[in-house]
């Protein structure tokens, strides 16, 4: 966040907006850069909405800060008057609760990525600290570069920052871009062509995906809880993929089919396999989802 931010406010005033936009669009994008992939990594879900969602958020920051300093300190000499304050905080704390809370209820907020390997982890921070370490390098030279001509034409000089510019927009962004592109790769990244089978934490109950060689997915039984089955799904399918080739059912017991109701509705299932003999329709937890 310290080498990026820094980054992100010289563009951004290069644009002319005022400073306190800029400022908070660039921690914003600082932040979200910076601590991407260990979301999607330890959490398995990614916010869609983040970046606007903070910078809207980091607005109302600064206030808070400072009254929240002052509710304290004045606290210890006037509580009524520490209350006072303390109630002009909660208006910018109240504003900062509901943007989050809004995006947080917008549709598509945020999207399952699923397992990742540490390695893509690991990638994705060399990409990106190679792209701060190559501005850095970029930056001194052209410092230097400036320095040596600075003396003999102004004109050199008005080139050279032209130059520089020119350098971070076409070399710079392309390069953060890369290391966007390396973890989102890594999130939707096929299987290896090998035959796998994953067996679903579900709880009390049995749920089992198993992946073909071809990259067809088929799930056998879906547990008795519908949360519990659609998180599983979530975290071992690729965040887009919302296509179930098959459905098996091998009996219709509760701890077995109750899941299933949500597994129909959140995604599309090509075709359902169930033993001869089962009236799928008065299974209750099918007729209740009815």
């Keep these: 966040l310290i080498l990026l931010t820094p980054a992100f406010q010289q563009w951004g ?9 800029v400022d908070s669009f660039a921690y914003s994008l ?16 990614v916010s869609l909405v983040g970046l606007p969602a903070t910078f809207l ?7 808070i800060i400072v009254l929240s300093a002052l509710v304290g300190l004045i606290g210890i000499l006037s509580v009524p008057v520490a209350q006072v304050i303390g109630w002009v905080d909660w208006l910018f704390l ?11 209820a917008l549709p598509w907020s945020s999207m399952g990525v699923g397992g990742m390997d540490a390695y893509w982890v690991w990638l994705y921070y060399g990409v990106l600290g190679g792209t701060i370490w190559l501005g850095t ?6 410092s230097s570069t400036k320095g040596g001509f600075r003396g003999a034409s102004v004109g050199l000089s008005s080139l ?4 520089s510019a020119k350098s971070v927009k076409w070399v710079l962004i392309p390069l953060l871009i890369i290391a966007i592109l390396i973890w989102t790769a890594a999130a939707v990244a096929p299987g290896s062509g090998k035959l796998s089978i994953s067996f679903l934490d579900v709880g009390q109950g049995d749920a089992a995906l198993i992946t073909t060689p071809s990259g067809q997915y088929i799930l056998v039984d ?7 089955v659609a998180y599983e799904l979530g975290e071992a399918l690729p ?28 995604y599309e299932v090509e075709q359902v396999l169930y033993p001869e003999g089962i009236d799928y329709t008065s299974n209750a937890s099918l007729s209740g989802s009815a």
Excluded: N
């Design 13 to 21: 005033r290069m644009t002319g907006a005022p400073t306190i936009l």
């Design 137 to 142: 390098r970029m930056k001194r030279l052209s």
């Design 94 to 104: 109240k504003y900062m609760a509901t943007v989050v809370q809004g995006f947080a």
């Design 160 to 163: 050279s920052r032209k130059l």
């Design 222 to 228: 879906g547990g008795p809880s519908p949360e519990k």
């Design 30 to 45: 600082g932040a979200i850069l910076a601590t991407l992939p260990l979301v999607a990594y330890y959490f398995g879900y």
């Design 57 to 63: 958020a980091l607005l109302a920051l600064p206030a």
């Design 239 to 266: 965040f887009w993929e919302r296509t179930i080739d098959l459905v098996v059912l091998t009996h219709a017991h509760d701890d077995h089919v109750s899941g299933l109701v949500e597994v129909l509705r959140r």
